[in-house]
């Protein structure tokens, strides 16, 4: 917690850690809303959910594969 990024030249603190935006390790639910992405970025998925729980589910089949378990 006590970690700071520090300019190298300066000595001067950029960037340092504030307990006040950490997130909890177990959250309930989950809900996010990509109509501002798409307003201001003309952003859009390409995946569906249906595709994104396979390429999840395979890669977490992946890792247990090269753990051995």
């Known amino acids: 917690m006590e970690e ?3 300019d ?3 000595g001067k603190t950029l960037v ?3 307990p ?3 997130r909890p390790t177990e959250v309930d639910y989950l809900l996010g809303n990509p109509a501002k992405a798409k307003k201001i970025l003309g952003w859009s998925a390409k995946t569906t959910f249906e595709d994104l ?4 589910t395979n890669a977490d089949l992946e890792k247990v594969r090269k753990r051995g378990f």
């Open 4 to 6: 700071k990024g520090k």
């Open 8 to 10: 190298k030249n300066t």
């Open 16 to 18: 340092e850690i504030d």
């Open 20 to 22: 006040r935006y950490y």
């Open 53 to 56: 729980v396979v390429l999840m």
